[in-house]
């Protein structure tokens, strides 16, 4: 799995932020912005995802997230990253296919 992160990593465009392992959402909408297939995996731009199962936060992205003039955070961590996704401050990518998927336990 780290190996196919790295993949994925060295192709995304030099302004992402944040890198969503696995997440759902409602794929064929405004949300989901352009796609990059690299023979059989690759990436989506989005705007919006839920039940996000895991991501990579790029160390130079940390400041838009909680330094000066950010958003204050006022709930779950997700809860933030979905506002400034939506409002387009952080640019996120989710892999194709998904790297990490959810698992509940009873």
């Known amino acids: ?15 992402w932020d944040v890198l969503f392992l696995g997440g759902y959402g409602p794929r064929n909408n ?4 352009e796609t990059v297939n690299h023979g059989g995996s690759g990436y989506q731009q ?3 995802l839920l039940d996000v199962t895991g991501y990579v ?10 330094g000066p003039g950010s958003t204050p955070i006022m709930g779950p961590v997700y809860d933030h990253l979905a506002t400034l996704m939506y409002y387009e401050e952080i640019q996120v990518i989710i892999t194709l296919p998904c790297l990490s998927v ?5």
């Open 46 to 48: 989005v705007n919006y």
């Open 1 to 15: 799995v780290l190996e196919a992160i790295a993949r994925v990593i060295r192709r995304l465009p030099t302004d």
């Open 57 to 66: 936060l790029r160390g130079s992205s940390a400041k838009k997230l909680v």
């Open 102 to 106: 959810s698992c509940v336990c009873c």
């Open 30 to 33: 405004s949300l989901f912005r």
